[in-house]
């Protein structure tokens, strides 16, 4: 597997997983816990795995130039 392919698939699971997180987030229970968390800190993790998801895809883009200029194996 290339490695732009391998990064797209980590950048997929982890936006996936931002979802995931502020989507239970925003429905989470009225005491105000998500995940054992508070819902604040919750919010900020699935910010911060969208982030993460978005320059890891980023990544991939340059990876895929760099295979295609065949600059990179």
Sequence with gaps: ??????????????????????GGAILGGADNLVFGITKIDALFCSAILILIAIWTQIGANYYLQLEKNRKII
């Design 1 to 22: 597997m290339k490695l732009s392919k391998l990064i797209h698939l980590i950048s997929i699971i982890v936006g996936l997983a931002g979802v995931l997180t502020f």
